[in-house]
């Protein structure tokens, strides 16, 4: 049977979904990509006009394709903005003929796997029926895509394998209130962070300017959010911060003993002092060992960031500590000049306990004087987002719909995912880009490229029982991870913290070495930081 012929179908043309058709082109398919919006690199074309790199550009990029000297003139110090990184993942997707494969503005409604029953699927010892990615044949997706041209219309399409690149962040978390308590009785307007940031930059601008502006949330969104009304409105009309708790949120260009804490994280020893799922007796003992040694270095770190940064003045001091938020990866930067605006009275910070609607603002708990009321004309909720029903909602099947994310199952650490990529009970389907980590371009693009491989046949697939005890490892793994991190401070399906170790099980399943630090010795191995550039190679 020649798979060359198979049809492959990619949802999304964000920094997975280019990474997905890059590598399946490289293996002699040809992939039909399908993207709701007007252009690739997904979110990257929906922000602020503020928006920057949290990470250096040296390391959010693809392996083999660095940046160009125009956006990142020195990659290791460039934090290139929003417009940068669009035009940089365009590059790439017109370098390796991605943008011929993507059918822009072309939303999929539902995708429904058709072939043998769900019953019959559900207790087939091998993936897909037989362990192959395209499984013996009785077996297609179909999609229902919407597209925007009149013309077109609804349409259906078959294909043979389909691979979801749908991200973390296209379904806006909205908080539950009380009936009369919600957005409803509030005479102002309310939108999320998602809305407001996918607005034009000048019609966002004019929404704010001169308006009372509450922002709620405390994350990046939020900060990005609330720093940019601040730039717009200056302290005549400042932008007021609710918050029920603190982040990590730091200075990237902060650099701590003439070493950058990101760089620092990135090695094989510094991995070598956290617990890994699947790592064996000898390798957990070394953990256990070294964990005095990893809290004393997250504690020297924390404490120099908060005698750099006016946490503590200003009542933003986190609850959590810095090695917690490094295994939940709960950490971020900074907008340029935040607390000068907070010191300026340009922004306002109010945490709170819990936080409603009245018709003039938002009424707050301060948890000591009882309830006030924020005035308010804008609302703009920073409150995070829906990643499992984003990527539930595609499936047409109730039951796919229900394992994918694991609905009702024993905790939402992590997403049941062999490899982070197949769900051993969903046949011919793959999904790349869920899992969070620090820079997260080059473990998609891993990702991508492992999926590629199962394509062309080189990554051969255990049992579906071995696969769930794979799953089952890391998912006591995220259990632990998730404690460890204080609970409330743990991404679900974050894999920062053994990011290396995770590329290291891509690597052996599609014949490569792990050891990627090609001629550097034993040092180089285990203490220069692992990056794109080291896994170029693979293809």
Known sequence: MDVKNKRVAIVGAGPSGLAACKHALAKGFRPVVFESGAAVSGVWTRTLSSTTLQTPAAAFRFSDFPWPAELAPEPEQSF????????????????????????????????????????????????????????????????????AHES???????????????????????????????????????????????????????????????????????????????????????????????????????????????????????????????????????????????????????????????????????????????????????????????????????????????????????????ERVVDADVVILATGFDADRLLSGVFASPRFREIVVQAGGPSDAMLPLYRHCVHPRIPQMAVVGYAECAASIYPYEMMAKWVAHLLDGAVRLPGVAAMERSVAEWERWGRWAKRQSGGVFYLKSCIGAVTTWYHDQLCRDMGYSARRKKGGGLLAEWLEPYGPADYASIQ
């Open 152 to 370: 077109e219309g609804t349409q259906t399409y078959r294909f043979d394998f389909l691979v979801l690149c749908v991200g973390r962040y296209g379904v806006a978390k909205v908080p539950k209130f009380p009936e009369g308590r919600g957005p409803e009785v509030f005479h102002g307007r309310v939108l999320h962070s998602m809305d407001y940031s996918g607005m034009a930059h000048a019609d966002a601008d004019e929404l704010i300017r001169g308006k009372r502006v509450v922002v709620v949330g405390s994350g990046k969104s939020g900060l990005d959010t609330v720093a940019q009304c601040a730039k717009i409105n200056g302290s005549k009309n400042p932008c007021t911060l609710i918050y029920r708790s603190n982040h990590w949120m730091v200075d990237a260009k902060l650099i701590w003993g003439g070493i950058s804490f990101g760089k620092l994280a990135m090695t094989r020893l510094s991995e070598l002092m956290v617990h890994k799922p699947g790592e064996g007796f000898f390798l957990s003992l070394l953990a256990t060992i070294f964990t005095p040694l990893r809290l004393l270095m997250a504690s020297l770190v924390e404490a120099y960031y908060k005698t750099q940064i006016p946490l503590q003045k200003h009542g933003m001091a986190p609850e959590c500590s810095f090695s917690q938020s490094i295994l939940g990866w709960r950490l971020g930067t900074l907008p340029e000049r935040f607390y000068d605006m907070v010191n300026e009275g340009s922004i306002q910070l109010t945490k709170t306990a819990a936080f409603s609607f009245c018709a003039d603002g938002l009424v707050h708990d301060d948890g000591g004087t009882g």
């Open 80 to 147: 290139p903005r929003h417009d940068e990184v669009a035009a940089y993942m365009t590059a790439y997707a017109r370098r390796f003929g991605v943008l011929d494969c993507v059918r822009f503005r072309s939303k999929v409604l539902a995708a429904e796997y058709v072939g043998p029953p769900e019953r019959e699927v559900a207790a087939w010892e091998r993936w897909s029926g037989n362990g192959e990615a395209f499984g013996d044949g009785s077996g297609e997706w179909q999609l229902t895509v919407q597209h």
